[in-house]
């Protein structure tokens, strides 16, 4: 048991590295690059601590350059999800046992080495595998990563510092037990570190997992995963499986010690979950903790009194970075018509100028996306687009996956504010544009509020402190995370706790103690020093 309590280090979000030319960083990085992209993968799924090698061996091959077989990793099945399980379960009782410094130093020592020596392996694994350029891996795979790692041990700290009253006599106390059980983790392709909070938050509060990573983000999953075993995580605490997404729901959705989901990932796949858990109910030994943050239709509102400066930049930055891939990206935009003319300018000259191609020349603004199946999907948008009265390509439209899954920035103007991609999560470089009389401004904001499922992020520009006031509260219901006069994405973690509302998930704020709380179940104990011995109440006293 724990002999003090304990003070935690200073916890402060991870400085952002600048990467440019002449810096010590961007030389190393450029030698990591060169060095990874030699390739001779061979990933093992990671069980129990062991390395897992099958006959099932899959390519990996980096989206912008798909010709480079990099190596492999090794695809499991069923029963490799049930291994997973049973040492999950195997590891609980002396995971749960432990005590909790000893679980914060082992996520706080990972940290330090993601921040450290194995920075510039977490920017190059993610540049490569996912298709990321240097900043955005940067501030993804080490700096949020990082992040969350250390606010959780804050936020556990907290949690574990909230404790009841207690009357003469008498001391009540909170302890804050995990889930029964084993949680089940599945992560999405564009974010590294959401993919290494989804495991490691429910496993800080002393729960154990089986963590399923993305089938094209297997390469920062397995450096994530070898990075907290060197920190000190215990074997079985947390289980790499590489098994097909149905594959995997099929034995953990029936397993009666199935404790929670931590999921972050598309919104239909959430659906589909929740309602298997609903059914299965009846078997499970607990209720199941369902936590998914999802799909986004994120928006731009300009005001007529909004500068189109600042407007054009939140959508160059909003909509195009990472190609679109960002959950919290600007896909659709209410421009008013006095200030489209120079807006559209303003935005054609950035994507001008700006760059698309492979990870490794620094100077690329855009990549590729992340694989073909979402390349032909996103193509098909920008063909239909080009097809349809009611739609116009304003900047871009080209494509090209000859060499890597590469489309062009594009604008599309909508005829009507209903065209198919206002509506959708598209999830690439594509931004549509509806552009609005101000004098329809309220019809506007009731499309914008009611036209999709979506509820993740939005963001206003306008000069008038009234309007903002009167948006704000407006629009108070469309997004999880709102934003004034600044572009919809770059959440950082303990700054902007991030997540959405209506069909964009559970809203839980990953990284922060929303999130926690969501794993653990408080047991209150009230102890009484001096017990009675009388049954009786002064009140039954004869007079
Ligand atoms: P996805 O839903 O396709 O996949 C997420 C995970 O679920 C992957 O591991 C995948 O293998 C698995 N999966 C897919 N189909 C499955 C099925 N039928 N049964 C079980 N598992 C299945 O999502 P993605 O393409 O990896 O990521 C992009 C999506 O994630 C977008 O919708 C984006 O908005 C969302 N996202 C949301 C947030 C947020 O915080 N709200 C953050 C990042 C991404």
């Not at 952002?16 to 093992?44: C, Q, W």
């Not at 572009?487 to 103690?513: E, I, L, M």
Request: net charge negative; hydrophobic share 40%.
């Amino acid at each position: 048991m724990p002999k003090g309590v304990y003070k935690l280090p200073e916890i402060k979000n991870e400085p952002v590295l600048s990467y440019a030319p002449g810096s010590k960083e961007r030389e190393t990085l450029k030698s990591t690059l060169t060095e990874l992209n030699k390739g001779g993968l061979d990933i093992p799924m990671i069980i129990d601590g062991k390395e897992i090698h099958t006959n099932d061996t899959k390519d990996i091959r980096p989206p912008h350059n798909h010709r480079n077989l990099l190596g492999y990793y090794h695809q499991g099945d069923k029963s490799h999800v049930q291994m997973a399980i049973d040492a999950a379960l195997k590891a609980k009782p002396s995971w749960e046992a432990m005590n909790w410094e000893s679980r914060a130093a082992i996520f706080l020592k990972a940290a330090d080495l993601i921040a450290g020596p194995y920075r510039a392996q977490f920017n190059a694994v993610t540049m490569i595998g996912q298709s990321k350029n240097a900043h955005q891996s940067e501030i993804d795979a080490v700096c949020e990563l990082v992040d969350f790692y250390r606010f959780n041990v804050k936020n556990m700290h907290e949690i574990y510092s909230i404790q009841p009253n207690s009357s003469p006599g008498v001391w009540n106390r909170m302890v804050w037990r995990p889930l029964e059980g084993f949680i089940f983790a599945l992560s999405p392709f564009n974010f590294t570190s959401i993919a290494g909070n989804l495991g490691a938050a429910p496993a800080l509060m002393g729960n154990t997992v089986v963590w399923k990573p993305s089938k094209t983000a297997v390469y920062s999953a397995h450096l994530i995963m070898k990075v907290l075993q060197e920190a000190g995580l215990p074997d079985g605490v947390i289980n790499l499986v590489y098994a097909g997404g149905k594959e995997a729901t099929e034995v953990i959705f029936n397993h009666r010690d199935f404790a929670g989901l931590h999921f972050t990932g598309s919104t239909g796949v959430f659906n589909s979950m929740w309602k298997t858990i609903g059914a299965n109910i009846s078997n499970y030994k607990s209720y199941p903790r369902i936590v998914g943050e999802t799909g986004g239709k994120d928006y731009i509102f300009a005001c007529e009194s909004a500068n189109a400066k600042q407007v054009a930049t939140a959508i160059t930055r909003g909509a195009f970075e990472y190609q679109g891939q960002k959950c919290s990206a600007a896909s659709r935009a209410y421009i008013p018509v006095n200030l489209w003319d120079e807006v559209l300018q303003l935005v054609s000259d950035d994507l001008s100028k700006i760059k698309t191609g492979v990870v490794e020349d620094f100077s690329n603004f855009v990549n590729a996306v992340i694989d073909e199946e979402s390349f032909d999907k996103l193509a098909k948008v920008i063909d239909d687009a080009k097809a349809s009265a009611d739609a116009e390509i304003v900047c871009g439209g080209e494509f090209d996956k000859s060499t890597g899954y590469f489309i062009k920035p594009t604008v599309i103007l909508a005829k009507t504010p209903d065209y198919i991609t206002m509506k959708e999560e598209l999830f690439g470089p594509i931004l549509t544009v509806y552009v609005y009389n101000p004098e329809d401004i309220e019809t506007v904001l009731d499309t914008l509020d009611n036209s999709t499922d979506y509820a993740l992020t939005g963001a206003i520009f306008s000069a008038d402190r009234s309007e903002i006031e009167r948006l704000t509260a407006r629009l108070t219901h469309t997004a999880g995370n709102f934003y004034i006069n600044d572009k919809p994405t770059g959440a950082v973690v303990d700054q902007q706790p991030f997540g959405g509302g209506r069909g964009s998930g559970t809203n839980d704020k990953a990284g922060s103690v929303l999130n926690l709380l969501r794993w653990v179940s408080p047991q209150c104990i009230k102890e009484t020093f001096v017990p009675a011995t009388d049954y009786m109440y002064p009140n039954f006293g004869e007079e």
